[in-house]
């Protein structure tokens, strides 16, 4: 059984940092893609990042990049988020997700909350 699990959101001023976590299981971490996806109140998703199975190569949505960095520990199954100089566009709900192959996700994690607020 899949399970993506999120963790580290919360309330953040602007200008602050957060790094949100991703334990997976029930699937060989290592070797899947990985994203980070966000969901602003009223809005749809955004993608926002894609990291490798060695974590060697990532890609990032043009209105994060320079600011946002994505990363994993296969031995620990979690890929991780660390987001910096945050904003307040940046307030989401963040979900992990796994890449079910030919680029497109087949499982969620339950997402985590992000508030960018002073």
């Known amino acids: 059984q899949v399970q993506l699990v999120e963790s580290g959101g919360g309330l953040v001023q602007p200008g602050g940092s957060l790094r949100l976590s991703c334990v997976a299981s029930?699937?060989?971490?290592?070797?899947?893609?990985m994203y980070w996806v966000r969901q602003a109140p009223g809005k749809g998703l955004e993608w926002i990042s894609i990291?490798?199975?060695?974590?060697?190569?990532?890609y990032y949505a043009d209105s994060v990049k320079g600011r946002i960095t994505t990363s994993r520990d296969n031995a620990k199954n979690t890929v991780y988020l660390q987001m910096n100089s945050l904003k307040s566009d940046d307030t989401a709900v963040y979900y992990c997700?796994?890449?079910?192959?030919?680029?497109?996700?087949?499982?969620w994690g339950q997402g985590t909350q992000v508030t960018v607020s002073s």
């Open positions: 997700a796994k890449d079910g192959g030919n680029w497109y996700i087949d499982y």
């Open positions: 029930g699937f060989t971490f290592s070797n899947t893609y």
């Open positions: 990291i490798s199975m060695s974590g060697g190569t990532t």
